[in-house]
C-alpha cells in the first residue's frame, strides 16, 4: 500500500508476505503432509548438512503463474537489508526462469494485442496492470532470454521495451533490441527521464504520462546511444560518429 497498490491488484497478482521465521513454512507444509524431501524439491525449504530452514523469510511474496494458469514458484523481495534484494525460487523440476516470463498468465485473457511490453521488474508489471495496462510482462531477475523472447513472439506481432531510464535500463535495453532483431521479432524502445522507471513514473506523474512515452524505432535508438558516445561539436568525432552509424 506504500507504493501505492490497492487491495484489488494484490489480490490479482497474489502478493503475500513470507513471515520473518527460520522454520515457519517448513512446519506448515509438514502438518499438511509434505516431506522435507518434496519442500527441498519444490525449492521452499533449503537444506544444508544439519540445518533446515525457509528459502523465504521476512519478504514480499510475488507468485510466478505458468501461462497455463498454475503457480511455478516465487519471486521474492527483501523488506530489510537482507541480500540479495530480489530472490527467485532455484530452478525445479518446474520452474526454471530463462522458460517464463511474469505476468504472462494474464495475457490469455486478452485478444488481439497489438504489441507487449517487456518491463524489467514485478512492480512494473503490477504498477502498469493497476493502471489498465495489462499487456505487460517482465523478466524473471535475468536478461532476457530466446525462450522469452520466442514466448512473447506468441501473444503479439511487436513488443515495445520498457526498461527502466537509468545507463544499465538503457545498455539492458539495447541487448534486449539485438536479441528480437535475431530472433525476426518486431520491436521499439520506450525511453523514459534519466532513472525513472514504469512504476516510478505512473506513481508520480499518472498513467497517462506512461501512455505518452511514444516508442522509439530501434534504429533510432541504436543511434541515440551511439550519439553519446561523441562529442559532435568536434569535426573528428561528427567524421567517426558518421563512419559508426552507415555500419549499424
Known amino acids: 500500500r506504500g507504493r501505492g497498490l490497492d487491495d484489488a491488484v494484490i489480490r490479482?497478482?497474489?502478493i503475500g508476505y513470507s513471515p520473518d521465521e527460520w522454520d515457519a513454512l517448513l512446519a506448515h507444509l509438514s502438518a499438511k503432509g509434505f516431506t522435507l524431501q518434496e519442500q527441498q524439491q519444490a525449492a521452499l525449504v533449503t537444506v544444508k548438512e544439519n540445518s533446515r530452514y525457509d528459502t523465504f523469510r521476512d519478504r514480499v511474496m510475488f507468485p510466478i503463474i505458468s501461462r497455463y494458469g498454475q503457480p511455478i514458484g516465487f519471486g521474492a523481495r527483501a523488506l530489510g537489508d537482507a541480500?540479495?534484494?530480489?530472490?527467485?525460487?532455484?530452478?525445479?523440476m518446474i520452474?526454471?526462469?530463462?522458460?517464463?516470463?511474469?505476468?504472462v498468465s494474464l495475457l490469455k485473457r486478452q485478444r488481439n494485442l497489438e504489441?507487449?511490453?517487456?518491463?524489467?521488474?514485478?512492480m512494473d508489471v503490477v504498477a502498469l496492470s493497476q493502471s489498465g495496462i495489462q499487456n505487460a510482462v517482465a523478466?524473471?531477475?535475468t536478461s532476457l532470454t530466446v525462450e522469452q523472447a520466442?514466448?512473447?513472439?506468441?501473444?503479439?506481432p511487436e513488443i515495445w521495451i520498457a526498461y527502466d531510464g537509468d545507463e544499465p535500463g538503457q545498455m539492458a535495453a539495447l541487448r534486449a533490441l539485438d536479441l528480437f532483431d535475431q530472433e525476426g521479432i518486431s520491436a521499439k524502445v520506450l525511453h523514459f527521464p534519466e532513472g525513472e522507471d514504469p512504476d516510478e513514473l505512473i506513481r508520480r506523474h499518472g498513467a497517462e504520462a506512461f501512455r505518452a512515452v511514444r516508442p522509439m524505432?530501434?534504429?533510432?535508438?541504436?543511434?541515440?546511444?551511439?550519439e553519446l558516445q561523441y562529442d559532435l561539436s568536434q569535426e573528428e568525432d561528427?567524421?567517426?560518429?558518421?563512419?559508426?552509424?552507415?555500419s549499424t
Open 115 to 122: 504489441q507487449l511490453y517487456l518491463v524489467e521488474g514485478y
Open 83 to 92: 541480500q540479495p534484494k530480489y530472490l527467485n525460487t532455484a530452478d525445479t
Open 95 to 103: 520452474f526454471n526462469k530463462r522458460h517464463t516470463l511474469y505476468g
Open 139 to 141: 523478466t524473471l531477475g
Open 217 to 226: 524505432p530501434g534504429m533510432a535508438f541504436r543511434l541515440r546511444r551511439l
Open 12 to 14: 490479482r497478482f497474489g
Open 150 to 156: 520466442r514466448m512473447m513472439k506468441g501473444y503479439a
Open 238 to 246: 561528427k567524421r567517426e560518429f558518421a563512419k559508426q552509424a552507415c
